[in-house]
């Protein structure tokens, strides 16, 4: 099956810096894929720190263990990821196919198995050859080069339509520091999952406590904030590196005045390629935000928000570039919060549609259906209680996605 | 828009029986449709008790609210149900339209107010107008006659392919009682909601009391356990009325040998009915029945087991006749129950397809692509930590369903 790409694609795909210290190959393993890159291999060449966050699957990948026990070592070597093939729900046989690549890997660089880090996204269930990847592993880590994002990005595709890659270079207390970061999204094909794969490096000096409680500050804006058809995979990774950098003291502190600055940077950083991600859903035509104010928690807020945003009624209205708030109500309804339908306020972009438990008395169809046809469409609900607010990212549910979706395995 | 009828409608559409002192009457009242009925009118020519449950969503519609309001008081002297106009989020004035129907069907038919009961499918968030309705009911009231059922059926249907309707006659304790139940379901057309509603009645003398206690219960395993598209109507309502028999004591007691009887009896009628439905989902092409077993709790049982049947990943594998396991690992992943992967056991149909973490060594794919072509498939999940086990139905996800769901609304 071929995928055009998506229309939502952003216009440029930023270039990413070499970083020192960060070597980067990728290599064609026919896992599954014919004639593509399917294998990328980051060798950090001097110990980086590291933090991760992974799926909340109960039926985890046999990777997604490997890489949740090692982090409390907090060093990192090496990075594996491959395409084609999740090795998820592949029993002990997945088990010790991750192994081997592991001990080869750490054989490779001669360092501890728990700094090598790995991915897998593809196909479930299927048994995984993991020689194919052992094999490559030596000439890749001779080969690899500092820069190479671009192609790194590409290596992990499933069935992405465009590379995701983020940078940020920013001062961070007197000194420059740059945050590399590449993403695969939700593009799906039977039986692939939805899997979401992240990694983000950057040169600065922290401490893997420090990165860890920045990446769950950052993540939670970000890719916590997004759904494209409310399923979870089993392989959601997303992991950040930092290299360290001469003349920057190591940030390992909550106190330092450069958390906050960085916090700040990774979130925005984070955030622009988890939208990217939701652009590239399969068949997303329309980006979907949608804003939840006056809630009277924050939980609240994200539970009516993330309602809307995963109801196939609203994603298909929106498909059809059709106003019809009466779903975000039912959306609303239906997310079990307490709510009071008569305080509700619903706008589409800046056009109030619905006030007062009813339909707005100046609701204009036409001003509404031009605003409609925008790419990028904003759902905003007040719910008339209370102070908190939030906001989440979907796409639009189209005939697109079913037909990628329910199209057969063979 | 023109529907297909859906290729699950049952071969054969049920006749029910005239009901003594149970009177029926449907009109044209334009309230949206064009040369069909869309007014029913259900007239009790004794009081009879009443028992009802009603969506669950925090932004009910005003006929919904009526209905809650006067259950409390146990009799039923008339049901006016219209199509065409759900008479949700509506403000005052929708509550004032239901106000005034409820009044003039009162008066005509010398009954108190909280006698009549009342429920409106449809376009949400449009105003209705009273005065076609009010204007039918004294003549509606006057022609009504027993029988009449596939009448009503058709009446209260929006998108719907075909009526509804099932029935009962048993023996309850000595005495035959019948019970007669018709439907609607989950057909939408943009902006109409998913609304479900059913009435249902019988000739035994129950009390109101008993008949809440005994539809609450069969309301479990029938439409407690169906599920279109995981979105919740603002209108859904399930009512139940029993006008009472000669020689047929009034059953006022759990401990009545006959509250079994009549419960079971319910249960699979009410079953049946919640089958139509799901077989009736926009663009149904295959029934889903997903039974979980070896859960913990009952509760853990039943959210697996809706994470399955409401995963749009699962439902469009379904659509493509793809045994796509992998899914129904994921969806028992993210439904956020404690599993143990590696205990987890799949079979489509009699097919095992997955089995101690792993696809199954006996996996057979043209034995199981013959299976997925039928039309009823079953997906059986053994979670291998419990006791516990419960079945939900569901019906796939087609293209279909995002054509009638993306159209626009004018």
């Given at each position: 099956?071929v995928?055009?790409?998506?229309?939502?694609?952003?216009?440029?795909?930023?270039?990413?810096?070499?970083?020192?210290?960060?070597?980067i190959?990728?290599?064609?393993?026919?896992i599954?894929?014919?004639?593509?890159?399917?294998?990328?291999?980051?060798?950090?060449?001097?110990?980086?720190?590291v933090?991760?966050?992974?799926?909340?699957?109960?039926?985890?990948?046999?990777?997604?263990?490997?890489c949740?026990?090692?982090l409390?070592?907090?060093?990192?070597?090496?990075?594996?990821?491959?395409?084609?093939n999740?090795n998820?729900?592949?029993?002990?046989?997945?088990?010790?196919?991750?192994?081997?690549?592991?001990?080869a890997?750490a054989?490779?660089?001669?360092?501890?198995?728990?700094?090598?880090?790995?991915?897998?996204?593809?196909?479930?269930?299927?048994?995984?050859?993991?020689?194919?990847?052992?094999?490559?592993?030596?000439?890749?880590?001779?080969t690899?080069?500092?820069?190479?994002?671009?192609?790194a990005?590409?290596?992990?595709?499933?069935?992405?339509?465009?590379?995701?890659?983020?940078?940020?270079?920013?001062?961070?207390?007197?000194?420059?520091?740059?945050?590399?970061?590449?993403?695969?999204?939700?593009?799906?094909?039977?039986?692939?999952?939805?899997?979401?794969?992240?990694?983000?490096?950057?040169d600065?000096?922290?401490?893997?406590?420090?990165?860890?409680?920045?990446?769950?500050?950052?993540?939670?804006?970000?890719?916590?904030?997004?759904?494209?058809?409310?399923d979870?995979?089993?392989?959601?990774?997303?992991?950040?590196?930092?290299?360290?950098?001469?003349?920057?003291?190591?940030?390992?502190?909550?106190?330092?005045?450069?958390?906050?600055?960085?916090?700040?940077?990774?979130?925005?950083?984070?955030?622009?390629?988890?939208?990217?991600?939701?652009?590239d859903?399969?068949?997303?035509?329309?980006?979907?935000?949608?804003?939840?104010?006056?809630?009277?928690?924050?939980?609240?807020?994200?539970?009516i928000?993330?309602?809307?945003?995963?109801?196939?009624?609203?994603?298909?209205?929106?498909?059809?570039?059709?106003?019809?708030?009466g779903?975000?109500?039912?959306a609303?309804?239906?997310?079990?919060?307490?709510?009071?339908?008569?305080?509700?306020?619903?706008?589409?972009?800046?056009?109030?549609?619905?006030?007062?438990?009813?339909?707005?008395?100046?609701?204009?169809e036409?001003?509404?259906a031009?605003?409609?046809?925008?790419?990028?469409?904003?759902?905003?609900?007040?719910?008339?209680?209370?102070?908190?607010?939030?906001?989440?990212?979907?796409?639009?549910?189209?005939k697109e996605?079913?037909?990628?979706?329910?199209?057969?395995?063979?």
């Open positions: 099956m995928f055009k790409i998506s229309p939502l694609m952003p216009q440029n795909i930023q270039e990413l810096s070499p970083l020192s210290d960060v070597r190959a990728t290599a064609k393993a026919g599954k894929y014919k004639d593509r890159t399917d294998l990328l291999f980051i060798v950090f060449d001097k110990p980086a720190s933090a991760g966050v992974f799926t909340r699957s109960k039926c985890p990948s046999a990777p997604v263990e490997h949740r026990a090692s409390p070592h907090g060093v990192a070597r090496g990075v594996i990821v491959n395409s084609g999740a998820a729900f592949t029993g002990s046989k997945g088990k010790n196919t991750t192994n081997e690549i592991i001990c890997a054989n490779t660089l001669k360092v501890r198995e728990n700094e090598i880090f790995i991915a897998s996204t593809g196909v479930i269930g299927e048994p995984m050859d993991a020689s194919a990847i052992v094999n490559l592993l030596p000439s890749m880590a001779e690899a080069e500092e820069g190479n994002w671009l192609e990005a590409k290596a992990i595709m499933t069935t992405d339509t465009f590379p995701k890659l983020s940078t940020r270079t920013f001062n961070c207390g007197g000194v420059n520091v740059t945050i590399n970061a590449i993403a695969k999204g939700a593009g799906m094909i039977a039986p692939d999952m939805a899997t979401m794969l992240s990694f983000v490096v950057c600065a000096t922290i401490s893997s406590d420090m990165l860890q409680s920045m990446l769950s500050e950052a993540v939670q804006g970000s890719f916590n904030s997004i759904t494209v058809d409310s979870t995979s089993t392989s959601d990774t997303l992991m950040i590196f930092a290299t360290g950098k001469e003349h920057f003291p190591c940030l390992k502190s909550q106190s330092d005045p450069r958390y906050g600055i960085f916090v700040k940077q990774l979130s925005e950083l984070l955030h622009e390629l988890a939208l990217q991600v939701v652009c859903g399969e068949g997303a035509r329309h980006l979907i935000e949608v804003n939840v104010s006056g809630a009277t928690t924050d939980k609240a807020a994200k539970t928000a993330l309602s809307i945003a995963n109801s196939p009624l609203v994603k298909t209205a929106i498909a059809g570039e059709d106003a019809n708030w779903r975000v109500v039912m609303v309804g239906k997310a079990g919060v307490e709510v009071d339908r008569d305080l509700l306020t619903i706008w589409f972009g800046e056009h109030r549609v619905a006030v007062n438990g009813e339909r707005d008395p100046a609701y204009c036409e001003k509404i031009a605003y409609m046809r925008g790419k990028h469409i904003t759902i905003r609900v007040d719910i008339g209680l209370g102070e908190s607010s939030t906001t989440v990212w979907s796409c639009d549910l189209t996605y079913v037909m990628i979706n329910s199209d057969y395995r063979s």
